[in-house]
């Protein structure tokens, strides 16, 4: 007796996705050119002008969301939607259709049809992660994973290059080129780390290497937060590679490796393109530069204004800046563009997997899904700057670990329920067979 669904969601191998996995990869090449096409034109001060973008940038960004949400239409037609949890399908339902009674109540007939609607809060934000669907396909991981990892290496050169031919290390206050490749290198080297808890000699070192570089670059602009994100993923990597090879004394070793080549690496450092960072970093390591925002923010912003929120066009008066939309709060931003709906179904369709599957006992690229989903979820608590859903590369990476959260979910109920029925998994070995178990009483 077969149960439904098992074919899919344990495919007897894992094969090249033709149609999904080829959108998917477009559209994360595509995202990470406007990534890097707005980083390259930042100024002589390494500032970024969202002002004036760049002539790339625009058919990078629509080719982008036309792949992503392509594939995530594509993987819904596939089926894949019902491999959501219950509540993920109500809460990516209630998003979608929330996103789009905020657009027709928003906008004039002239801005819908405008590129307004595909910017940083407009509807496009949460239509697009459907994306979560395509990473619920086993095949189309066989495409993602080396397009991760090359966009990784791609921009470790780019942001080691910026590095060599910067200055000596001042603190810029605002969005820099520098801050931008220290958050992609997070997402992209973050899950190029994790995913090679198995490797060792020289492909682990090639694999650590944007990690490294992020290290340099998040110090370098000096981000304390970006920078204590980065301390925990490499502490992350050491705790599942410990867990991979079942031993603590391994875990010991690497630390100590790591250690090692960090002094080595930071002595080297400071003398060469971090010349003069360290003491500027340590120097402002206390400093507090949140606590006015939130000041600033609920003295003009009500409680009662976040229930339901203020829209896609909805502002705040910044003291010193004017009227602004953003916040570097992930959650209350959320609550401030589309009120507690928005949020709860962010939460639902994109943390919330990640944490359910957190208590299995998942290796490799499973597990490094799931890590990063959670660091997503820590940074949006406002612990990292520039961090909120959006159209850009670093949510649809999000997006594809959610989508891999709830696979791994859908896998284990699928396992549970066939062993609850007495049917052979076909990874059980001849001694943890029923029939097996059976005779052995």
């Known amino acids: 007796m077969q149960i439904p669904g098992v074919s899919e969601v344990f495919p007897p191998r894992p094969q090249p996705s033709s149609g999904v996995g080829f959108l998917a990869a477009v559209g994360l090449a595509a995202s990470w050119v406007a990534a890097v096409a707005l980083a390259e034109s930042a100024g002589p001060d390494f500032v ?6 760049p002539p790339l940038f625009h058919p990078a960004h ?7 949400t392509a594939a995530g239409m594509l993987a819904a037609l596939r089926g894949r939607f019902r491999l959501l949890t219950i509540e993920g399908r109500i809460a990516l339902v209630v998003s979608v259709a929330g996103a789009a009674v905020w657009a027709a109540s928003s906008y004039t007939l002239e801005e819908l049809l405008s590129p307004v609607i595909f910017g940083a809060t407009g509807p496009f934000v949460w239509f697009t992660l459907v994306f979560v669907l395509v990473g619920t396909e086993h095949r189309v991981w066989v495409v993602i994973d080396p397009v991760i990892r090359l966009l990784a290496y791609a921009t470790s050169g780019l942001a080691l290059w ?27 080297g973050g899950w190029t780390l994790l995913s090679a ?10 694999r650590a290497t944007p990690f490294v570089v992020l290290i340099l670059t998040a110090i370098y602009s000096q981000a304390r937060s970006w920078t204590i994100l980065a301390l925990l993923l490499g502490a992350t990597f050491v705790f599942l590679r410990a867990r991979e090879q079942g031993s603590t004394l391994g875990g010991a070793r690497t630390v100590v490796m790591i250690c090692v080549l960090a002094v080595v690496a930071g002595a080297i450092a400071s003398r060469t393109i971090l010349s ?9 390591f206390d400093d507090d530069t949140r606590s006015m925002q939130y000041l600033d923010f609920f003295s003009v912003v009500p409680v009662s204004d976040l229930l339901l929120g203020r829209g896609p066009k909805g502002t705040w008066y910044w003291y010193g800046v004017g009227d602004y939309q953003y ?5 209350l931003w959320m609550l401030f563009v589309g009120g507690v709906p928005t949020l709860l179904s962010y939460v639902a369709i994109v943390v919330w997997p990640a944490i359910r599957a957190f208590r299995k006992n998942l290796r490799g690229q499973d597990a490094a899904a799931v890590c990063l989903v959670l660091f997503w979820g820590v940074a949006l608590t406002g612990f990292s700057t520039y961090t909120l859903p959006s159209v850009a590369i670093s949510s649809y990476l999000v997006s594809l670990w959610a989508g891999r959260c709830y696979l791994i979910l859908a896998e284990s109920d699928l396992r549970t329920e066939r062993i609850r029925r007495g049917h052979l998994l076909r990874s059980w070995p001849p001694y943890r067979r029923p029939e097996a178990a059976n005779a052995g009483r």
Do not use: P
Request: aromatic share 12%; glycine share 10%.
């Open 197 to 206: 808890t198995r490797l060792r000699g020289w492909r682990l070192v090639a």
């Open 62 to 68: 629509g080719l982008a969301l036309l792949s992503v």
């Open 162 to 188: 910026t590095l060599v031919h910067s200055a000596s290390s001042t603190y810029v206050a605002g969005f820099t080129k520098h801050t931008q490749y220290s958050i992609l290198l997070m997402w992209l």
């Open 276 to 284: 003069g960072t360290i003491e500027g970093f340590a120097n402002r």
């Open 48 to 53: 970024i002008n969202f002002e004036v973008r």
């Open 327 to 331: 916040f570097d709060n992930g959650l």
